[in-house]
């Protein structure tokens, strides 16, 4: 390992331990039970903001994933505390879903299966089993799994539809969230899926889960990757005809590690062939987004034919992983320089020196863009994780 190397390792494991601690300290709801639901850019808690499925199960995964590094009791306790808050007030014992979000009091507020959020529970009591062996939290995981598979699945078309009312019937508004297309099959919804299935496939050894992580990511290399230019499709209609949108170079660098991974855990060899063919290409694709200071731009309007320079905390997050992974299937030290510069840029513009944390993002200008701290969609996964990969893959 070169001094450089082993100063990135370094600075990245108490990066970690500074994200964790952020989140020990400032998100725990000692009155509502749980965790705060938001914490703006001046980190004001907003005490009566709702509490979102996202969140929460992204604290299970980033906690319970932590731990196994930092063998810390606190963090585990940490994970134990959103594992009971997600199975008591998110969990729907009789449908057999997921609430999208709760109240600030822990009352139901929306209450519709959006797929997605089942995934990340799926990803986080998952790995919550793994460090407390709570066979709770198991025959939770796999319940959610079997409800994708009844209720989201298309047999006729393969891949999966995005949301569902709470008694599983279908719902009009399909979206994620007011920026995407409402559409019925997404990029976004089939990555997570996988991800979750194949985290789940470590701890439950199921023949037939095993053999949808192979169909899905054969569905997903069949419709959703662009061999020829190495971009991501984003949205489809349920007989996948596409719904042209933009390029998220964020998306591009997560999809190209992660699916890599997922085939390896499939333990199909076909599959790991072809997904590190498919990983190098679209970090390659990635590299378009990449900006002169080490930073990854957000993504490409291809009506306007401009790139959205913002630079948000979570692109970069996936560019520090995703950008190491095409060193490591390649060898080639100029992957290795834009993961150092990426770092440079996130240490320089997006850690919060003062309080902790990643800033949301910031302008191309430098200013900051003013959103949340902590909030429905701003967790410690991408910046815990892309951590705790690079501690994992930078070996001595």
């Keep these: ?125 998952s790995e919550y089993y793994v460090i407390s062996k709570d066979e709770k939290a198991l025959a939770i995981a796999i319940n959610l799994y079997l409800k994708i598979q009844k ?4 047999p006729i078309n393969k891949g999966y539809l995005e949301a569902f009312t709470r008694d599983w019937q279908p719902i009009e508004d399909l979206r994620l969230s007011d920026k995407d297309a409402n559409e019925k099959k997404t990029m976004n919804t089939h990555l997570h899926i996988v991800e979750a299935y194949a985290n789940l496939y470590k701890v439950w050894k199921d023949k037939k889960l095993q053999n949808t992580i192979i169909e899905l990511l054969q569905t997903i290399e069949k419709h959703f990757i662009n061999t020829k230019t190495g971009h991501l499709r984003l949205f489809f209609d349920e007989n996948w005809n596409e719904k042209p949108d933009v390029i998220s170079y964020g998306h591009d660098t997560e999809a190209a590690w992660l699916l890599l991974q997922c085939a390896e855990i499939s333990e199909n060899q076909t599959l790991i062939a072809k997904y590190k063919k498919h990983a190098i290409q679209m970090t390659k694709a990635a590299e378009k987004g990449l900006d002169s200071d080490g930073g990854l731009s957000y993504e490409f309007d291809p009506v306007k034919k401009k790139i959205v320079t913002e630079k948000h905390w979570w692109v970069q997050a996936e560019a520090l992983i995703g950008f190491y992974n095409a060193y490591q299937l390649t060898g080639d030290e100029k992957y290795l320089e834009i993961v150092y510069k990426n770092w440079e840029f996130i240490k320089k513009y997006i850690l919060d020196p003062k309080n902790g944390e990643w800033f949301w993002g910031v302008y191309q200008d430098y ?10 969609w701003k967790c410690p996964y991408h910046n815990s994780r892309a951590c705790l990969e690079l501690i994992k893959r930078i070996k001595p």
């Excluded at 209720?151 to 298309?154: A, E, F, L, R, V």
């Excluded at 200013?367 to 429905?376: H, Q, V």
């Design 1 to 125: 390992m070169t001094t450089k190397l082993k100063q990135l390792k370094t600075e990245l494991s108490a990066e970690l331990n500074s994200i964790l601690g952020y989140w020990s300290k400032n998100a725990v709801d000692n009155k509502n039970k749980g965790f705060i639901g938001q914490i703006d850019h001046n980190e004001n808690i907003i005490p009566d903001a709702d509490k979102g499925a996202v969140l929460n199960t992204r604290i299970l995964w980033t906690f319970s994933a932590s731990y196994q590094n930092t063998k810390n009791d606190e963090h585990k306790k940490t994970a134990t505390r959103a594992f009971e808050f997600l199975s008591n007030y998110f969990y729907d014992p009789e449908f057999g879903g997921l609430f999208w979000s709760i109240n600030s009091d822990t009352t139901p507020k929306d209450t519709k299966n959006q797929i997605y959020a089942l995934a990340f529970a799926i990803y986080g009591f």
């Design 151 to 154: 209720h989201s699945y298309d």
């Design 367 to 376: 200013s900051l863009i003013e959103k949340d701290k902590a909030g429905f």
